[in-house]
């Protein structure tokens, strides 16, 4: 547990921020602290740098059975900015304060990373010899869209990174009763279908604004329209699976489980945050969240606006069907909007009747025998998606205390005050080798 703690202490405080560009993330700082954990008798490593300070490490263990299901423990190295006056302590100063590690990526995700360190060197030590190999893989640029990461590795690498079976972000909660508890792992993630907007106007000067195509005014109208756009909800099996680990009374149970009155319900739910996660979880969403003018002043009349939307999709839905929402949200606007790709990726989905669910199973049945895994989807995307694209079965995973509120804990995912308590961290890191053992022994 203790190894746990200071892994993750050292790995926030190495700072490696994914501002979305090319020359940030600096991830070679955690791929050294990570090399120095694994590094040792048992282990090959490998480095990856795409571009320079970009650096991803693949450790392995071989397998004594070349037939043998190989597994990968992911996880990313990296950490989205951060607004520093928000936070009650030092975001990356990774204190350890009343019993929580304190810092940006405690809980996205380098609090998984430095726990499946962890439990990789710890199975080495043994002298543990896996039937299929075990790897781990620290991975740069999640944050960003994996194109100097995992997209990365799987177009130039793909032999070193491939695996049977995948265990990363982020799963792990408790919900329902705590007598016989649900333990939600992700299956399945939504698609990623990034679009830039271009707005375009007549330039000219702002003492003079009378009548002008001016782009700004225009984009104003396509932000508001996305904002207010309701995309009919979709309820799939996920969705009822985890309607019913939510231990609600039937009225609202009922209200969740019908595209008629589901939104109504979300609509007047007094949680903001439970409403937007359940919203989500249900609905292809649009969030127009960059603002571009380029390099203009107070008093001149802009002649383009790009404005950057981060689209989710819902299983099933491509280009074609988000071409199709943006056309239905802007109206008489779409006309004036030109649209680009940025990312599009589509949803993905894993079976869960495998080996490596069953382990599962088991390991959380060790300190909670009578907890049940419940399979769930996640509303934000991972490097899973392009595993599965690979081939493999990949699940979001993790343990964590049952203390744990699982509002809040989304609530620090990107946002203020993001930490994570040493229970679960030693819980996660016992996890993964309970798991190893089970799968790989």
Request: charged share 25%.
């Amino acid at each position: 547990m203790n190894q746990t703690v200071e892994l993750l202490q050292a790995m926030i405080r190495n700072e490696c921020v994914n501002d979305g560009t090319r020359e940030s993330g600096f991830e070679t700082r955690n791929a050294d602290v990570l090399e120095a954990v694994i590094a040792g008798p048992g282990v090959d490593i490998e480095r990856f740098e795409p571009v320079p300070g970009r650096t991803s490490i693949v450790a392995r263990i071989a397998g004594s059975d070349p037939t043998a299901p190989s597994l990968c423990l992911m996880g990313h190295t990296d950490v989205v900015p951060v607004h520093a006056d928000g936070w009650l302590h030092d975001p990356f100063g990774g204190e350890l304060i009343d019993g929580e590690v304190w810092g940006r990526g405690a809980v996205d995700m380098l609090n998984l990373t430095a726990s499946m360190a962890v439990a990789f060197r710890e199975l080495a030590d043994t002298g543990f010899r896996p039937t299929g190999d075990l790897i781990f893989f620290g991975v740069a640029d999640e944050e960003s869209g994996s194109a100097h990461g995992a997209r990365w590795m799987a177009d130039h690498h793909p032999d070193a990174i491939r695996a049977d079976y995948v265990l990363t972000e982020n799963g792990g909660l408790h919900s329902g009763p705590s007598d016989a508890p649900y333990v939600g792992i992700n299956v399945a993630e939504k698609g990623v279908a990034w679009r830039k907007l271009t707005v375009r106007g007549t330039p000219g000067h702002g003492s003079m604004p009378f009548r002008k195509d001016n782009a700004l005014v225009k984009a104003a109208g396509v932000v508001q329209r996305l904002a207010d756009y309701r995309p009919a909800p979709k309820l799939g099996e996920l969705w009822r699976t985890r309607v019913d680990t939510l231990g609600l009374p039937d009225e609202m149970r009922a209200a969740l489980l019908d595209e008629a009155t589901i939104d109504g319900f979300l609509d007047e739910l007094p949680s903001v945050a439970a409403a937007a996660h359940l919203h989500a979880c249900t609905h292809t969403t649009f969030s127009p969240n960059l603002l571009d003018g380029g390099q203009m002043k107070t008093n001149v009349i802009p002649d383009h606006v790009e404005i950057n939307v981060d689209v989710r999709t819902l299983p099933g839905e491509g280009p074609d069907e988000v071409d199709a929402h943006l056309r239905a949200a802007l109206g008489d606007l779409a006309d004036h909007v030109e649209v680009e790709i940025i990312m599009n990726d589509p949803a993905s989905t894993s079976r869960v009747d495998t080996p490596l669910w069953d382990a599962l199973a088991r390991a959380i049945n060790i300190p909670f025998p009578t907890a049940r895994p419940t399979p769930q989807l996640v509303v934000g995307f991972t490097d899973a998606r392009i595993y599965r694209e690979m081939g493999a079965v990949a699940y979001g995973a993790g343990l964590f205390s049952p203390s744990l509120d699982a509002g809040e804990f989304g609530s620090r995912f990107h946002g203020h005050n993001e930490r994570i308590d040493v229970e679960s961290l030693d819980l996660t890191t016992r996890l993964w080798g309970h798991v190893v053992r089970d799968l790989l022994g």
